[in-house]
């Protein structure tokens, strides 16, 4: 099915390693976007990307890294993880002029730190 | 930039009983206006969403919602609560059609009673 796929749902990290959230769409989406959700605070933007090669920053980028090296992938990493870094991770994506085709969300990676 | 701020953090309804969130937002430009629905350990579906046009707008599973200018507002009804809408929901806000960044309201928890 058409979609946006997260890999892996479910990781355990100590402290200080690092990692890489995946995050693959196969419905030709220009925008790609990661948000953590946190219990009271809804979802948080953390780095987006509008194209292939492009990326930026959103609300709480401190700690990710991103990429876009093709349309279909969007890969999160984390650096050095921290305990503040647990949290519930979604991708998503949409078409050129996102607002007006809607955002496809995946179903999420569940991650702690400890 | 723009905010949603979502009036309840949780709100318990009977079966067959109105269901209302309210949902506000700050905006410099005209706004987009969402709501998705997130069922336990599933990511974010869309509900319906608000760009331009009427302002009554309709969705899947019988909810819809009211857009007024004049009082910021975006709220969510459905006539009849129906078990299957237990959920965590939440509204969103995008400054048009160009801007692909999604800011979430912190998100209101709805239980139903039998």
């Known amino acids: 099915n058409a979609g946006v796929t997260q890999t892996p749902k479910f990781q355990v990290l100590k402290t200080g390693q690092s990692m890489t959230l995946q995050c693959a769409q196969d419905m030709n989406h220009e925008y790609m976007s990661w948000y953590r959700q946190d219990p009271g605070m809804g979802l948080r933007l953390i780095h987006y990307s509008v194209g292939a090669g492009i990326t930026d920053q959103g609300e709480v980028p401190n700690g990710y890294n991103v990429s876009r090296s093709t349309t279909e992938d969007f890969p999160l990493r984390l650096l050095s993880a921290a305990p503040s870094q647990t949290s519930v991770y979604f991708c998503?994506?949409?078409?050129?002029?996102?607002?007006?085709?809607?955002?496809?969300f995946g179903s999420g990676t569940r991650l702690t730190v400890v | 930039a723009q905010s949603v701020t979502q009036l309840g953090s949780h709100v318990s309804v009977s079966e067959g009983a109105l269901v209302l969130l309210r949902c506000n937002y700050s905006s410099s430009v005209p706004p987009y206006l969402f709501w998705y629905v997130q069922y336990p350990n599933q990511g974010l579906q869309l509900l319906l969403k608000y760009t331009t046009g009427a302002t009554l707008v309709k969705g899947i599973n019988g909810f819809e919602a009211e857009f007024k200018k004049s009082e910021t507002s975006f709220h969510l009804t459905k006539p009849s609560a129906h078990m299957s809408d237990a959920a965590e929901y939440f509204c969103?806000?995008?400054?048009?059609?160009?801007?692909?960044?999604?800011?979430f309201g912190a998100g209101t928890t709805v239980t139903v009673r039998a």
């Open positions: 998503a994506s949409s078409a050129q002029g996102g607002a007006n085709y809607g955002y496809t």
């Open positions: 969103a806000v995008s400054e048009g059609s160009n801007d692909y960044k999604l800011s």
